[in-house]
């Protein structure tokens, strides 16, 4: 006993540490977990009010995107099956190039995937080519003549046999989007 005595300071100070470590050390980190997870509802809370108190004013921008995609559902593709429009693209993409006197190398469709909400789909093709520098031009005009809407995302040429006064063989690879109305938008209908 005498001896506790004699070390009564280095004690204290270690049941003082042992406090700390395990009753006051997790109460702080538990008060800190509950801080935080206030503070993220306090800011899910301030997201919340802040839709509610634009709800006018997003219900407008809704409605004239709404109108806006009417205005733009002529240049949409009508609804039908997927591997039937695809077929007819590719057939169509294909009677084009023989008209150019091109020669098709590679034509794939790449996967589409309509997510919840959406009224327009995008499929993608990417297709490659080659032919005589003036046909392949001739062709690039007559795909912006189209009346539905596409777009290219992505155009790579490689040339050669060019010489003075002539373009030579041009080998194009393109990548085009088509965009088609989903069952039952009813865009047209609008």
């Known amino acids: 006993m005498a001896e506790l005595k004699k070390h009564a300071l280095a004690l204290y100070l270690i049941g003082v540490l042992i406090l700390l470590k395990f009753i006051l050390v997790p109460v702080i980190d538990w008060q800190d977990s509950v801080i935080a997870e206030h503070q ?7 997201k919340a009010n ?5 709800k ?7 409605a004239n995107l709404e109108e806006k995609l009417l205005n733009v559902a002529p240049y949409f593709y009508s609804w039908q099956e997927e591997s039937v429009f695809k077929r007819e693209q ?6 084009e190039l023989a008209k150019f006197d ?11 995937f309509p997510t919840d909400g959406q009224k327009v789909i ?7 080519f080659e032919g005589s520098g003036y046909q392949v031009i001739n ?12 777009d290219t995302p992505q155009t790579n040429f490689s040339f050669r046999g060019q010489g003075a006064g002539k373009l030579g063989i041009i080998s194009v690879f393109l990548s085009r989007n088509y965009y088609m109305q989903l069952e039952g938008s009813n865009l047209d209908d609008k």
């Not at 802040?50 to 634009?54: P, V």
């Not at 091109?102 to 589409?112: A, C, V």
């Open 40 to 46: 993220l509802k306090q800011r899910k809370l301030s």
């Open 50 to 54: 802040t839709l509610l108190n634009n």
């Open 90 to 95: 590719q057939q169509i993409i294909e009677t």
């Open 56 to 62: 006018a004013t997003l219900q407008e921008q809704a």
């Open 139 to 150: 062709y690039l005009v007559a795909l912006k003549k189209h009346q539905y809407l596409t």
């Open 102 to 112: 091109l020669r098709s190398k590679r034509i794939g469709w790449k996967e589409s």
């Open 122 to 128: 995008k499929y993608n093709i990417e297709y490659s």
